[in-house]
């Protein structure tokens, strides 16, 4: 059998020394009657070289977002990783270890964390970091959970903006506790000030605001701030894109309380979703609501630097019941990818990614918008995703391109907008992936 | 200890190449000046070198499985196949987005309903989602679908979750997260559920009850056909932790012997790797009545194609991620579930037990086990209380000490009705030999605590760095280098 060390001979060895004469004689405590008497109804096992076979079959079945020309964005971005990235992240030592649980044979994870942490305290320029949650989702959710319950106060307010996945995800994790969730429509593809500062009043725990959000227009942060600010208690959650902050404003710039996001984009395959990763930052007056676990630098007995998991009187293996979070496993090879990518793109690296993305970006909306009854969808500025208005269903659009391998964007009629497509660009498009586009959206939509 | 990467910065020092934009924009034509970024960020500079010698330095300063065993109970730290990252390495998985057309996702979508399919007849469910990304994830969700299940029959009083004082963290941690109320109930002196207690705490208002089995001892629940029966009594729901999954694969279906709803790990028992603390995975099957109530979507697959399926909607507890899960830890599964076969599963669960048993056996004189006079399952807990009582040695010495000797600690002062607990499960993928050395380390700790109790105290020597000060993590909080 694959990966199994002990031969018949062995297994005979060793049930000899338990004293007893065949494996079954260990099942005294399970009910005979619940024991099955065949095989589960499963495919005979595959050799190494079958199953091979197999997989390549199934992926010739796919077709990847780098065979096409894809524009396809909405939280998952198809930037630059070095190769570097996964030489790191396959080692064993990093791989196939354990939650750094005990630490003094952990220290090279611990580390990693501590370095992750400061860089995302970096991009976003809040004080305290944890180390990760499942995706981007999950820590928007989790941080209206710790501010509502930080703030005792029970009315969560969310731009309508935000990502719809976001906000489905924000219902299902909300649903068990008291929490009132007012979503602010939008206005031009930002969210209405108007309406969201009659709502925000001193009942309120939080508001949530996305920039740039999910159509790529950049909110007004400095003035979503006033207006949380202005209520008693509430805190300002914002959810960010971390390449974003290369060139954007520091979520501190906006006295943000909390700063969430997905960190797919920071050296982590799209992989049709997941694994992803969640970052949530804060500053040190929330340091003991943050869910999930934090690294911090300690000594050892030795007085040598060594790190150590910390606060973990917030955990549910201490505190259980009265733990900040469920959160055990989190996603930390994810976080391993983007510290590793953080740190080969460096301070130039990924402004240089955030750049391209975007000036790119507006290339290509100044040409589409070129083209006849393609216009954009919304006036407000955007950052490396933009939706414009098409003459015929998105539908049409992207199942004719798509014979052509071309993914030109994602279709908002599941949110609520026809005939709008939502295109996403990356440092990793040329000119001429551009300009392919644009011809193709022109010849579609003429023949 | 190694210097941060921070440290090691130098400016201008490059780690990447990217080729030059050949758009004639400016960033500042795009981005208005009062969003654009006051401050460059502070990330290091360094050259690709810099970063391989820096990660190669941290990666030598862990433990992990190639390196060495790990007894660690319930976390079932089995060794991970490496054909599976190979395969998963495959521009065909890697770069595919969630948001493509079905007609080019249908190698992915068909790998999920096959899992889907497998895992179900693997634990006797009738559906399974993939959509947990965690094992407390899965938890969660499946507290939902008792939530949506008895909102579903217009039963409003259902808003107590009953659980073993064995249970783990999480469990508790969850029923919160999903707005009910914990109630805990007794272990009797056999290490099971304490039957008399459960009656006690049963009423109207019970929603559910949460059960590892086998539990947290490593003893499998023998009375549960009557707990389910008990909880099933007032329309409550049984869920299933599936941390111990790996001890019964092949031997009993969950779903037949009283279990409506269970969560696998997947990156415990089907060998996708830990990676420090996660990726996991913690899909969940439930029992046919409920499986309108699992996430959307699911994978559906109509006239030989596959689809993103949504047609539970209405009834569905909606999203509880992003997109579909973690597909490429669900893909790694995948592959190990088609490897190893029924027979293989059967397998893995049979020397997963027998290993258990084995170092159960050859340790009780050594240790206290309270109770070895039943067979284990895939794992047991030992009690440091004998060296604690005579040589005043802490199970948490015993733990760095056994560091020292080039193994993992077991899980510690858990499950918390054991004292001084060692949880110790060496899963079926280590080898008699392992076994027999990891045995006469701890037959030389017990050895040691009497002859030198002071080298315990001042374990672990042979680590990294020694004795690591978490209560001065806490007090002077360091959570970021000063850049």
Redesign the interface.
């Known amino acids: 059998m694959p990966f199994i060390s002990n031969t018949d001979k062995e297994r005979k060895e060793m049930l000899t020394a338990i004293g007893v004469e065949k494996f079954e004689d260990l099942l005294t405590n399970i009910p005979g009657k619940f024991l099955l008497q065949k095989d589960c109804c499963l495919n005979d096992a595959y050799s190494e070289l079958e199953i091979t076979r197999k997989i390549s079959k199934l992926a010739a079945k796919n077709i990847s977002s780098t065979q096409a020309n894809a524009f396809l964005g909405g939280g998952i971005y198809d930037h630059f990783i070095p190769a570097a990235v996964d030489h790191v992240i396959l080692k064993p030592e990093f791989h196939s270890a354990y939650t750094p649980y005990q630490a003094e044979v952990s220290q090279g994870t611990l580390q990693y964390i501590y370095e992750y942490q400061t860089m995302i305290c970096d991009l976003t320029g809040m004080e305290i970091s944890n180390a990760g949650m499942y995706d981007g989702a999950s820590a928007a959710a989790e941080a209206i959970l710790m501010a509502t319950r930080k703030t005792k106060k029970f009315k969560a307010i969310l731009a309508g903006t935000i990502n719809p996945l976001y906000l489905e995800v924000i219902k299902t994790y909300t649903a068990g506790v008291e929490i009132e969730l007012v979503v602010i429509p939008a206005k031009d593809g930002l969210v209405d000030l108007d309406i969201l500062k009659k709502a925000v009043d001193d009942e309120t725990g939080c508001v949530l605001l996305q920039t740039p959000n999910f159509f790529g227009n950049i909110e007004n942060a400095f003035a979503v701030e006033e207006i949380t600010h202005a209520a008693k208690k509430a805190l300002y959650i914002v959810a960010v894109d971390p390449i974003s902050l290369a060139v954007m404003n520091a979520p501190s710039e906006y006295k943000a309380d909390i700063v969430v996001g997905e960190g797919q984009a920071l050296g982590n395959a799209q992989n049709f979703g997941g694994p992803l990763f969640g970052f949530l930052a804060t500053n040190l007056k929330l340091s003991r609501s943050i869910p999930g676990r934090i690294v911090g630098a300690t000594l050892d007995v030795d007085g040598k630097r060594s790190y150590a998991l910390t606060l973990q009187a917030r955990e549910q293996h201490i505190r259980r019941a009265k733990a900040t979070s469920n959160i055990c496993s989190n996603q930390a090879l994810c976080n391993l990818a983007a510290t590793v990518y953080m740190t080969l793109m460096g301070k130039e690296g990924l402004k240089e990614a955030a750049v391209q993305s975007t000036t790119k970006a507006h290339y290509l909306a100044e040409k589409i918008t070129e083209l006849d009854k393609f216009e954009m969808a919304f006036t407000a500025p955007f950052f490396k995703e933009f939706a414009i208005k098409i003459p015929i269903p998105a539908k049409d659009i992207i199942m004719k391109l798509q014979t052509k391998n071309i993914f030109p964007g994602i279709d908002l009629k599941a949110f609520g907008h026809e005939k709008m497509l939502l295109i996403a660009v990356t440092e990793k498009k040329r000119k001429c992936d551009l300009d392919e586009l644009v011809k193709s959206l022109q010849e579609v939509t003429n023949g | ?2 210097s ?3 440290e090691k910065h130098s400016p201008g ?4 190449t ?2 030059a ?7 500042k ?4 000046n ?13 050259s ?1 070198l810099d ?2 010698r ?3 330095e ?10 060495g065993f ?1 007894p ?1 109970g319930s ?1 079932t ?5 490496k ?1 599976n ?3 998963v ?13 079905e ?6 979508l ?2 999920m309903h096959e899992l889907q399919n ?1 895992l179900a ?2 634990s006797g469910f009738s559906k399974v989602t993939l959509q947990p ?5 899965g ?2 969700t499946g ?2 679908i008792m ?1 949506a299940y008895h909102k579903f029959n217009g039963n409003s009083k259902k808003n107590k979750i009953i659980l073993p004082d064995s249970a783990h ?2 469990n ?9 109320e ?1 109630v805990e109930i007794k272990s009797n002196d056999k290490g099971l559920v304490d039957i008399d207690d459960l009656r006690s705490h049963v009423d109207e208002n019970t929603a559910g009850f949460m059960l590892t089995n086998p539990n947290t001892l490593g ?4 009375q ?2 009557e707990i389910a029966n008990i909880i099933h009594s007032v329309d409550g729901l049984m869920y299933m932790d599936g941390a111990n999954f790996n001890a019964i ?5 969950p779903g ?2 009283g279990f409506d709803i269970m969560h696998y790990n997947l ?1 415990k028992t089907f ?1 996708t ?8 995975s ?1 899909p969940i099957g439930v029992r046919k009545d409920l499986a309108k109530f699992l ?1 959307i979507p699911m994978v559906g697959k109509k006239d030989d194609k596959y689809f993103l399926d949504y047609s539970h909607a209405d009834t569905s ?13 669900n893909l790694r599964a995948f ?1 190990y ?12 669960s ?2 997963a ?3 258990a ?2 170092i159960q ?2 340790l009780e004189k050594y240790y206290d086990i309270p109770f070895k006079d ?2 284990c ?1 895939h794992e047991f807990v030992a009690s440091g209380v004998w060296q604690k009582g005579k040589y005043d040695i802490n199970t948490l010495d015993i ?2 000490r056994i ?1 020292d000797k080039g193994y ?2 077991p899980t510690i002062y ?1 499950p918390l009705i054991v004292p001084e607990a060692m949880m110790i499960e060496p899963t ?5 030999e ?1 076994l027999d050395d990891f045995i006469s380390a701890m037959i030389e700790i017990a050895k040691e605590c009497e002859k030198n109790p002071e080298l315990l105290k001042d374990a ?1 020597l042979n ?8 209560t ?3 007090r ?6 000063e ?1």
């Open positions: 200890m190694a941060t990467i921070f020092r490059k780690g990447y990217l080729p934009n050949d758009v004639d924009i400016k960033l034509n795009c981005i208005p009062e969003f654009g970024r006051k401050e460059d960020t502070r990330l290091p500079e360094v690709e970063v391989m820096h990660f190669l941290l990666s030598q300063m862990n433990h992990c499985i190639e390196k790990y660690l976390c730290m089995k060794y991970n196949p054909i990252e190979t395969l390495r495959n521009d065909a998985f890697n770069n595919l987005h969630p948001f493509q057309g007609e080019t996702t249908q190698g992915a068909e790998i497998d007849e693997i990304v965690a094992g407390a994830h938890e969660f507290l939902l939530k963290g999480t508790p941690a969850s029923v919160i997260l999903a707005g009910f914990v003893l499998f629940e023998t549960v056909e694969m092949g031997i009993v279906k037949e012997i990156h060998a790797p830990h990676g420090g603390g996660g990726p996991g913690g996430p507890l909606g999203k509880i991620h992003s997109f579909f899960g973690n597909f490429a830890v592959i579930i088609k490897m190893l076969g029924a027979k293989g599963l059967r397998r893995v049979e020397n037990v027998i290993n048993n084995y056996k050859k039943q067979y399952m733990a760095k560091l993992h600690a858990f079926e993928t280590e080898s008699m392992t672990p680590t990294p760095v020694r004795r690591v000060d978490d001065l993590a806490v002077q909080l360091n959570v970021k280098f850049l």
